[in-house]
């Protein structure tokens, strides 16, 4: 049974087809990718989730197979995604020192790896702190759950959604269309998931959240109400109670009440109909608007020609309006048109405005360290000072970034309602891509910890009491008393234990100005190279935006001008000739006309950001920054 997407997708081959006849490569070229991208639509979900949550067995559970490696102790350390194959397989994906293997990304080399070896690469045991250097792996299973195009990705957890670890799951995000965050039910919410939640609805369109490991605390059901009432503060997002061990019993056993009970058939049910089905209709959208703008391309140019031949006498008005357009054309993709003059000031002001955002919110954090330095002495707690700063600093850049992802995607939407009235697709761009910002920061200096050895205050105190016992000495031998006397004793005694107060003192105050000169001189190395990251990143939107819409201006004129150019031709087409053209386009505009009626009209309203988002042909667990662009 041919689906709605067969049908899209063979009337994009005809159309791309008909435009590479009618010499337009341009425009089957566009088609092509077009068609890529609805044969592999490659439909993302990221589980997440703080260290030994439950998510890889939750994966397992939704495929029914051991993919992911489990272990008491930390398991992940290596991106894992789950997809579909008819055979299974696994691959290890590492950074190429050459040209790299994977057609999908040149500078990367994909290796097949024997399946029941994956934990050796994938794992913390088998790989801690993934010290092989692989980027990512792929596991490849014959599951129906996965046939559409579902793609699970096992994410490595992180100590913390405020760690500079996160950074990178937060990273991941803008490649995903849809984002599992894993809580297992032992506690509430804690403020860092809460936060995570949040911004992770900022950037992904379709976010829920999962219970896990009810099997093991009977008292979930409390726990899930007040997750519940954390959700509702966060926004609208949807929470499944689920137990991984129950679900692979009850497929080993093949009880349907055991599996009912398992929780999973909700979360099922949701991956298909709010992800996969969503995903379907967004994937057909973008073809939708790809035909349609091709089609009537074509059909411009063809219908003008077929005008001119008919109606000669009407010839020189028809030149008259096409030369005019194609004036208003050039203009249009010139500098000086206004999506153009829109978008190059709105990058001026975005990269000032984030510039002063990322600088406000790391001298916060200067200030409230600094603050803590002078409440104590920084030594004996600089490792906690230390990871403070790092959780308060990742999370600042964090923020900032899915700030400018906000602002960049609102700007690409004001460009595209200046270029075309809402009907254009963006192109997708990543902005909050934090993978690798902090990477260039050196770490924390290390302080005196101010903890003095027993010789060194001995010597401290003898050298504060020796000036005490022979000042008092000096004066006592006047009145006939030795140097060395009761009185010069306790003098010294109370002289070196004012000199010890006063070296400690001296030396808590070096120690605080040193900390805080070490806290500004990392807020002032942060804040130098999260802004140089920024401002690449925004030059990517700029970039971006420009080639997109600027293609599209270049079809256009190149459509205008093809038509004008055959408008003068067809004016002085002889009559043996003109007869056979005039047959040839009537064919080929009916042959338009009929592989438009094919196209499906749907009238779902899809948001243009997740239209982009599904548009963009981009792997999830590459790092590094994907400027992606929509043909």
């Keep these: 049974m041919r689906t709605a997407g067969d049908t899209v997708a063979e009337t994009v081959r005809e159309v791309g087809s008909l435009a590479a006849s009618a010499g337009r490569a341009d425009l089957a070229e566009r088609l092509d990718q077009t068609r890529r991208r609805l044969l592999d639509p490659g439909i993302r979900v990221i589980v997440v989730g703080e260290f030994k949550q439950g998510k890889s067995k939750l994966i397992n559970a939704l495929v029914n197979a051991p993919a992911c490696p489990v272990d008491d102790d930390i398991a992940t350390s290596v991106p894992t995604m789950v997809g579909y194959a008819p055979e299974p397989s696994a691959w290890i994906l590492e950074r190429s020192k050459g040209v790299g293997t994977d057609p999908r990304n040149p500078g990367i080399d994909r290796r097949e790896i024997p399946l029941e070896d994956l934990a050796d690469f994938v794992s913390e045991r088998g790989n801690p702190g993934n010290e092989r250097g692989i980027l990512s792996a792929e596991v490849l299973l014959p599951r129906e759950i996965l046939k559409g195009g579902l793609q699970l990705v096992d994410s490595p957890g992180v100590g913390g959604f405020e760690s500079t670890n996160a950074l990178t799951t937060l990273a991941a995000l803008s490649s995903a269309h849809a984002v599992l965050m894993v809580s297992d039910a032992s506690q509430e ?85 709010e992800v996969l089905g969503r995903a379907e209709v967004i994937h057909e959208r973008g073809a939708v608007h790809d035909l349609l703008s091709v089609i009537d391309q074509l059909t411009m140019s063809m219908r003008t020609e077929l005008n001119a031949l008919q109606n000669p006498e009407d010839t020189p008005r028809m030149i008259a309006e096409l030369e005019a357009a194609k004036a208003s054309a050039d203009e249009f993709r010139g500098r000086s048109a206004r999506w153009q003059v829109t978008l190059t000031d709105g990058i001026a002001d975005l990269v000032a405005d984030m510039e002063h955002d990322v600088r406000d919110r790391l001298r916060r954090v200067m200030r409230e360290a600094e603050k803590s330095i002078d409440e104590g002495d920084p030594g004996p707690i600089w490792d906690q000072i230390t990871e403070w700063l790092d959780q308060r600093v990742a999370a600042a850049v964090a923020e900032t970034f899915v700030w400018t992802d906000e602002r960049s995607t609102w ?84 002289v070196g234990r004012r000199a010890y107060r006063e070296d400690m003192h001296s030396r808590l105050a070096r120690r605080q100005q040193e900390a805080k000169l070490i806290v500004r001189r990392h807020i002032d190395e942060v804040t130098f190279q999260v802004g140089k990251q920024l401002k690449d990143r925004l030059r990517l939107v700029q970039r971006t935006a420009r080639d997109h819409f600027g293609s599209m201006a270049e079809e256009l004129h190149r459509s205008l001008s093809e038509a004008l150019t055959t408008a003068k031709q067809a004016a002085t087409t002889y009559t043996a000739k003109r007869d056979a053209r005039v047959n040839a386009l009537q064919k080929r505009i009916a042959q338009l006309e009929e592989l438009r009626s094919r196209i499906p009209a749907l009238e779902e309203p899809v948001p243009a950001q997740a239209v982009e988002r599904a548009s963009s042909p981009v792997g999830a667990l590459t790092p590094g920054p994907s400027g992606r662009t929509v043909s």
């Design 189 to 273: 919410y804690t403020e860092p998931e809460v936060q995570f939640l949040r911004h992770a609805m900022r950037i992904s369109p379709n976010v829920a959240a999962v219970l896990a490991k009810t099997d093991l605390y009977p008292e979930w059901r409390e726990v899930e109400e007040i997750d519940r009432r954390h959700l509702l503060d966060a926004g609208d997002v949807p929470i499944f109670a689920v137990s991984s061990d129950l679900r692979l019993l009850a497929a080993e056993l093949q009880d349907r009440t055991l599996n009912d009970d398992s929780g999973f058939p909700a979360l099922v049910a949701h991956l298909r109909r």
């Design 411 to 494: 700007l690409s939407e004001e460009v595209a309602d200046l270029f075309s009235k809402g009907e254009t697709a963006l192109p997708a761009i990543d902005v909050h891509d934090t993978q690798g910002v902090l990477d260039p920061v050196e770490e924390i200096a290390g302080l005196d910890s101010g903890q003095l050895s027993a010789g060194e205050k001995i010597y401290i105190g003898v050298r504060g009491s020796y000036g005490g016992v022979l000042m008092v000495g000096l004066v006592t031998g006047l009145i006939g008393m030795t140097l060395i006397n009761p009185l010069s004793l306790l003098a010294g005694v109370l």
